[in-house]
């Protein structure tokens, strides 16, 4: 099947002209429109629907970096912890969601955050400020405090996470260009380890926001 790279006539490349990219796309999306298929065979009129869906889809997954780069390592045959079929599997078979591996630098912050999101809860379920039965207020406005502050300790994490990426998109297109296979090998590792670290970073941020 034609790469979501072939559709327009692009190299594997992760790092991408987006402005060109849009061009192309909307190129593409005028052969492609219903009006010039109008009177055409009903089967003809199916595979331009089929062939405009497809565009669309290459074009959304292309144009952000991280999609890009998810795209890629499965054409690869490597995805994210979170994505992998054994994961889905161990998941159904046991009932539970899919758990990803905590990266090691994060343990401690991680443990510490999941305490405070713990208490936060607790907070909560005891009822609203001026209810006898609920925690000292000014608890849960350390409570708060403290979460906020670990959203922006885990923002820049996420940051920074971007910018590595960029870094090994440029080394990833260096080493096909040249057709190293040791060097596209290491940064299509070094990706996957670093998308999976993203997405548990991204993960703590959405539990954070969702205890504020």
Do not use: C
Request: aromatic fraction near 6%; proline fraction near 5%; charge should be negative.
């Amino acid at each position: 099947m034609t790469t979501y790279f072939q559709i327009f006539s692009l190299p594997p490349h992760l790092v991408i002209d987006t402005p060109a990219l849009e061009k192309s796309f909307y190129a593409l999306s005028r052969r492609l429109h219903p009006d010039r298929f109008a009177a055409k065979p009903a089967a003809e009129q199916e595979e331009a629907l089929a062939e405009s869906s497809r565009l669309n889809d290459a074009y959304r997954t292309l144009r952000d970096p991280i999609a890009r780069t998810e795209y890629l390592l499965k054409l690869e045959g490597v995805e994210l912890e979170e994505q992998s079929s054994a994961a889905t599997a161990q998941a159904r078979a046991t009932g539970t969601t899919k758990k990803q591996v905590v990266p090691e630098d994060l343990l401690e912050e991680a443990f510490e955050l999941n305490m405070q999101l713990e208490e936060m809860r607790a907070a909560k379920k005891m009822g609203s400020v001026g209810d006898p039965m609920s925690p000292d207020p000014q608890l849960r406005a350390e409570l708060s405090g403290a979460l906020q502050r670990a959203k922006s300790e885990f923002d820049a994490k996420l940051a920074a996470a971007d910018a590595d990426l960029a870094t090994l998109h440029t080394q990833w297109d260096t080493a096909l260009d040249a057709d190293d296979k040791a060097a596209k090998a290491a940064a299509r590792d070094a990706m996957l380890d670093l998308l999976n670290r993203r997405s548990y970073l991204r993960n703590l941020v959405r539990d954070v926001n969702d205890a504020l």
